[in-house]
T-cell receptor, first 116, second 111 residues
Framework: GAVVSQHPSRVICKSGTSVKIECRSL??????MFWYRQFPKQSLMLMAT?????????EQGVEKDKFLINHASLTLSTLTVTSAHPEDSSFYIC????????????FGPGTRLTVT | QQPVQSPQAVILREGEDAVINCSSS?????VHWYRQKHGEAPVFLMI?????EQKGHEKISASFNEKKQQSSLYLTASQLSYSGTYFC????????????FGTGTRLQVTL
């Protein structure tokens, strides 16, 4: 149990375009999902907390208009990187907290974004 | 502030033991331990909740000292599959709180 999927696993896009990343909890309902970013050989940095049916809470320094987060249902959250630039290239990982044991978090497999 | 993990890196021979420490400057409700292999997402190992409990399964166990705001992960009789980067993630509340991840510990197990 507690499986989280992400799609796509890898994406290459041109500078200026937008990219959408999906995060799904496959076998549980997740009232809360989290989006992280990880640079090579570094730790995970939380970008935002997403709650179903409400606006996401962004961490300090994360641009809301650049990283659009939508938590449309209890099993799906999306992250859209708008007007991507090479410095947005990174490994993006989502995690989901089960409704009944919401202090636990389970991670998706991650999305490698490369902006050329 | 990011929890500090020690050591930063360790190399073990198969069968040896290791201890990874995680120290926070903030009061903690929970400590989560993950292992991440290169290019993959972190894999959940275990969670410890406020109360100073110790947990374990097979050869991997952990302790949580909430007074000292520290947790330790114990790896015994290490296997090649244990190689990876270990992260602690700390939570400050009992609900679905955001985790602050530690600095990471790179573990390499060799033959």
């Amino acid at each position: 149990g507690a499986v989280v999927s992400q799609h796509p696993s890898r994406v290459i896009c041109k500078s200026g375009t937008s990219v959408k990343i999906e995060c799904r909890s496959l076998d549980f309902q997740a009232t809360t999902m989290f989006w992280y970013r990880q640079f090579p050989k570094q730790s995970l940095m939380l970008m935002a907390t997403s709650n179903e049916g409400s606006k996401a809470t962004y961490e300090q320094g994360v641009e809301k208009d650049k990283f659009l987060i939508n938590h449309a249902s209890l099993t799906l959250s999306t992250l859209t990187v708008t007007s991507a630039h090479p410095e947005d290239s990174s490994f993006y990982i989502c995690s989901a907290a089960p409704g009944q044991r919401n202090y636990e978090q389970y991670f998706g497999p991650g999305t490698r974004l490369t902006v050329t | 502030q990011q929890p500090v993990q020690s050591p930063q890196a360790v190399i073990l021979r198969e069968g040896e033991d290791a201890v990874i420490n995680c120290s926070s400057s903030k009061a903690l409700y929970s400590v989560h331990w993950y292992r991440q292999k290169h290019g993959e997402a972190p894999v959940f190992l275990m969670i410890l909740l406020k109360g100073g409990e110790q947990k374990g399964h097979e050869k991997i166990s952990a302790s949580f000292n909430e007074k000292k705001q520290q947790s330790s992960l114990y790896l015994t009789a290490s296997q090649l599959s244990y190689s990876g980067t270990y992260f602690c993630g700390t939570g400050n509340t009992g609900t679905a709180s955001k985790l602050t991840f530690g600095t990471g510990t790179r573990l390499q197990v060799t033959l």
